[in-house]
């Protein structure tokens, strides 16, 4: 049963979607004390219905440039779990490889570009990407070669869901970066929001205002106004809304991704949420006392999955009966996941100084 | 009169900023997680508390911007301390770094003066990858108009950041993450350091080794366990980069006649280049055998420990290296073996367990 | 007698300021020629009106930091003219002793910290230098030390005209920064504009938007909007008026800076106005096409000073024979100046490597 | 077959571009003021008519997001160039140039690349001073994962565009200002370069002069006129800086036995020190004198003439030195008449009158 929504949402789709994320993100968060993901991790949970509400209106013609917090944007996007896992353990079936860890990745044929973990370093480069996909579109790089610079023996094993194809010929592929409140105080941001707004780029900027840049409030940071109106002033469609809420999410990148596809230039949208685990690192750290007394314990009921668990019971999209059997098949593709990656291969010591120069 | 403490390399730091701070009341100190609970590695831990939320200060994340707020507020007479949790960060700054800071005593014909401190800790270990452990002392330290220092035990960092606030021109403090839980004795009352000059570690007169910062902590393992097998080998911690002390690994090897150099950089970044190339038009003669340098790989950091524990040379490439410069190879087992730790390779110490 | 507008303005004196500047511009372009004054040289004529009326509301407490195109900002502020001229020729009397020319200024005396070419490089230390003057008058940083690392000879023959000093003990030195259209596309104004607006500091913004950046125009580089409403969504008190009437700048200027001085955070100002010359050099060169034809004509008929002069004679606030009397001295104060500064002596080539390090 | 043309290293440069966007449809030529009417001191002029407003264009000020922007294109597919018109500009831009060009296709093992050029102007004379004069050849060559060139000849300048173009990594392509208007000839069918290699500018038996950029004409000039007094050296232009060819120049001083560097950067900032280091390790023994090292001042440039003009070492300095190695300083006085010029020391050639 398919359970569309007034803005056409298929809710059940989007639950699944963040229900998948939050399960991975746990089950990473649970394996981390064993020592052996050995990278910087920073988890998304109580973030999903942001990348999974935008990553609804893509092809895997669009792409998807992300940061440090790049899990759940790589997964709605449908970059391979499987090598994800494995990119944490360090080993060669890992999406880089080995040489990234959770900070960054990559998934060519799901059309998710890059994470990397330098904040505001994606933001021109997801700018550049869209600026050549309409180059390419208006066919002043008829000659553009293709991206990749070499194919892996896993990239031809990788299987996904995939996604609709972009329904007319005129539209544009769409290049989505997402970043955090605490990036939009880069000089890149603005940098890149002038470039396109000056070339209407077929680009979307979505801010993850969670309040927090590691530890420190937006209050130390920066003067109150809000963020999505510096990005209007800049002459971009801008908008904000509730993060937590997936619905207001999808209904609001619905409109966003439509004008950036139809050549309505950058768009841009922030999105109110809150990050649930400490930083960086599979732990809760409320304790430290940064965040005021009650302010996660708020944020918790607000919990994008439960308020959206609770619509579906509410309008009769789905049954308990259905979410457990969610449940466990997701439990089952995670287990395995962790069984397929953890059967990887170490890198070898040599392989270390291949691949600088093409 | 010596007053001296032991304490942490990290806490040596703190105790640095607390006195500058009391001493200096035009001191700032400012950068992201400055205040925030972890407090930089705890060596920054109380100081807001003590100091006030003016004085001990966040920031937004605007490298660029924040390094020229800060050169601006030494214009006016503050002495900034700006903090980097990584010195990678600090590439968003160059522009005002060497285009303003640097210049700007000698552009404006000494009328006006920068005394700021750039406080960056250089990564290594757990996964930190490609973007988060960068070895940039040297592409510093080549810009005239900036100091930089790589202190390397605790009494170094200690003088060097009191020192550092009281300089009236930019100082760049590079600090090497792996240095920070190493203890070491910490004289208060020991003289202004004026941030030049190596300093000998160990005397020996076999061979001088002239290192880098945390490769001066992994010559000395290796010269201490050399020393049991009869092998006496000189440290000369090149703690001061500009101006760098050649003269005395100079006069360290018109003693020994050898020469191993250690850096913590990928070679092409080495600043063992200077160092050698400097000897090679002075002091050549005194060299028995070429000079050997021991340095990374040139290529960055992969994030996988399966990988990166075996990018990082260290006491017992040392150790072998000598060895066969003294034409003592059969000594290498053994050698090696005593020095083999049980210490996972990307970890610094035993109290460390990520994430970070 | 004084001349004292609607807004308090002493048309006259501006009049003079802009005359001043004016003349000493042609008088260097008709120099230039003889190749002594040796240094790229980025002149302001057609853009005085901007210099000339905010700096009539500083005193010598207030510090200004300035761009490539600084001689009026300079010379607005009381920077000492003759110094000004030495350095143009590279003599140790100049204002660097030499080492900067016309690009990098400065005059601490009369409270006109600098300027340097990097465009957007005196942006934050402007922001910077507030931040100071701020804690200085919180008390937070008593024992702040002065600025100079040194004085020289000539600091103390230096004469200029001084202006009155801050009224109330509890206002702040007000800072100024000058820059351009094109500098408001580096990232770096925005990091200074949300620090300015977080810490509230006593800075004034002045973008002299010429719409040119070198032979660039503005619809090459910036997309269509207004530049101050940016700086209005970072939460500074912005306006836009004409660069070219030095009564409309006078009155905002007015306002912007008593706002910053009693502690109403940081101040926006774009003002409009055009570059007559080439971008860096003594001539005109409308040849080129760069810009749209009879745009610099037109502007011309928008002079700062023509409006300014037939102001003062309309109002009857001057009268011909005064403006001529006006004329000669300057002209007579300029002769002197160059006299003064062809005096200058070589810099000796031991002193080249002095002052890198204090 | 050969096809030869004779131009100078700004038209030369010029036509490489032309070429590239011919060749490649995916190009890119972007940078403040290429399609202005002074076009890069000519060196795009005619391009933005011959291949449209999308092609050749111009960029705001805004050098860090600009790189990145073209990182971004070139992921795409695209072959950005990107020009400076100094490189001090390109200080701005260090965060996108080392944190990501230099290190992409590295960190996502293998499966992107950056195919980028960046086009830098290293300024001189008629005041450019402290902002607009900087050598930052070895800042950036230091990073692993760029590709630094320095071309000196017409014929590299067109080669090493055509093929900095062609190559799918980040190239940085310094031009110093003053080779702009100097002849050379250019054969478009000579092969590939691969952007490697020192050039042997000038056979010699008596000393090897290993010279970078501008540097290696002054050597060139030098050796002429030393050459008239009996004295013949060997012109190595160090073209590419990485790697770096030290093979040719310890090929040539196992011929000479001596060796001069000169290079166009402040002493600290020589690439001249990696190659001392390289041959110290491994061909010192080739030397029968200590090698020499003629270098700019450890400052930066002042904007008076009346200072800048001594500022910069030139043929005079590296003959007088090449005398001394020789034992004929007697020569000195009658080689530096021959020198001298009566071009104003702060222009490039007689053409040229400021203000740029
Ligand atoms: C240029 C740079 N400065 C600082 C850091 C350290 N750092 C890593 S993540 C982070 C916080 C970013 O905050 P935000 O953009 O809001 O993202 P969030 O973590 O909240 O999702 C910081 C400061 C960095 N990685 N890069
Ligand atoms: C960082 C940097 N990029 C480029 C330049 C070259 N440049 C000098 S002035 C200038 C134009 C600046 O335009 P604007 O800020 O509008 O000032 P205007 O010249 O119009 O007064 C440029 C691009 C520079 N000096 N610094
Ligand atoms: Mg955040
Ligand atoms: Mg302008």
């Known amino acids: 049963m398919t359970a569309m929504n007034s803005a056409g949402a298929d809710l059940k789709q989007l639950y699944y979607q963040m229900l998948r994320i939050r399960r991975v993100e746990q089950a990473i968060a649970e394996r981390y004390q064993q020592q052996e993901m050995r990278c910087p991790t920073h988890l998304c949970i109580g973030e999903e219905a942001i990348a999974v509400g935008i990553s609804a209106h893509l092809t895997t013609q669009d792409k998807v440039f992300s940061n440090h917090r790049g899990h759940g944007h790589y997964l709605a996007k449908g970059g391979d779990l499987r090598r994800l896992l494995a990119e944490l353990y360090g080993f060669a079936e890992g999406c880089c490889g080995g040489r990234g860890g959770s900070m960054h990745l990559t998934d060519l044929a799901a059309g998710f570009i890059a994470s990397t973990p330098i904040v505001g370093g994606t933001v021109p480069l997801a700018g550049g990407y869209a600026w050549a996909e309409q180059m390419k579109k208006s066919g002043a790089a008829q000659g553009c070669a293709s991206v990749a610079g070499g194919t892996t023996p896993w990239m031809e094993e990788v299987e996904r869901s995939r996604r609709p194809e972009p329904r007319t010929p005129e539209a544009t592929n769409v290049v989505v970066i997402f970043f955090g409140d605490g990036c939009f105080e880069e000089g890149v941001m603005h940098e890149t929001m002038n470039f396109a707004a000056l070339k209407k780029l077929p680009l979307l900027f979505v801010c993850e205002n969670n309040q927090y840049s590691v530890m420190t409030p937006l209050a130390e940071r920066q003067p109150e106004r809000d963020i999505y109106k510096i990005a209007a002033a800049h002459g971009l469609q801008a908008a904000s809304g509730d993060g937590n809420s997936v619905e207001q999410v999808y209904a609001l990148a619905q409109a966003a991704v439509a004008n950036a596809r139809t050549g309505q230039g950058p768009q841009f949208l922030e999105l109110h949420t809150h990050r649930w685990p400490e930083h960086c690192g599979p732990n809760e750290d409320d304790e430290l006392g940064y965040r005021s007394p009650g302010e996660l314990a708020d944020w918790k009921l607000r919990c994008p999955l439960l308020q959206t668990r609770q619509a579906l019971l509410d309008k009769r999209l789905s049954d308990e009966s259905e979410l457990t059997a969610m449940e466990a098949s997701l439990a089952d593709e995670i287990e395995q996941a962790f069984q397929w990656a953890l059967r990887g291969s170490r890198p070898s010591i040599d392989s270390m100084g291949l691949h600088l120069y093409a | 009169m010596r007053d001296v403490t032991v304490m942490s390399y990290g806490e040596a730091i703190r105790e640095a900023l607390d006195d500058g701070l009391t001493q200096y009341p035009e001191m700032i100190l400012i950068g992201e997680g400055v205040p925030d609970p972890k407090t930089i590695f705890a060596t920054t831990q109380g100081l807001r508390e003590k100091y006030g939320a003016e004085r001990v200060l966040d920031m937004p994340l605007a490298e660029n911007g924040m390094t020229g707020i800060c050169i601006g507020a030494a214009l006016a007479g503050m002495r900034p301390v700006l903090v980097h949790q990584r010195i990678d960060f600090a590439l968003l700054s160059v522009d005002q770094l060497v285009n303003n800071a640097a210049k700007w005593r000698y552009m404006f014909d000494g009328q006006q003066q920068v005394p700021l401190v750039i406080r960056v800790i250089v990564g290594r270990g757990w996964g930190q990858g490609p973007q988060h452990s960068q070895s940039l002392q040297a592409m510093f330290a080549q810009v005239p108009g900036l100091k930089v220092v790589m202190p390397t035990t605790a009494g170094d960092a200690y003088h060097f950041m009191l020192d550092a606030i009281a300089d009236n021109n930019p100082v760049l403090y590079i600090e090497h993450r792996w240095l920070h839980h190493i203890q070491g004795e910490v004289d208060k009352n020991s003289p202004r350091t004026a941030l030049t000059g190596a300093a000998l570690l160990r005397q020996g007169g076999d061979i001088t080794l002239a290192a880098f910062s945390h490769m001066s902590i992994e010559a000395l393992k290796a010269a201490t ?132």
């Not at chain 2, 000598?322 to 059969?330: F, G, H, R």
């Open chain 2, 225 to 356: 366990v050399l020393a049991k097998h009869g092998v006496d080998a000189e440290v000369v911690d090149m703690r001061c980069l500009t101006p760098l002390d050649v003269d005395s690994v100079a006069r360290s090897i018109s003693k020994t006649g050898l020469l191993l150099v250690a850096d913590c950089a990928p070679e092409t970044a080495s600043m063992a280049h200077k160092l050698l190339s400097e000897l090679f038009q002075s002091h050549g003669q005194h060299l028995r055998q070429p000079p050997r340098l021991i340095a990374y790989p040139n290529h960055p950091v992969p994030t996988s420990h399966f990988m990166a524990n075996h990018y990082y040379p260290g006491a017992e490439e040392i150790a072998a290296a000598v060895l066969e410069m003294l034409d003592k190879q059969p000594l290498k087992q053994i050698v090696t073996m005593e020095l083999q730790s049980d210490l996972a390779k990307d970890l610094p110490d035993r109290s460390f367990a990520g994430p970070f």
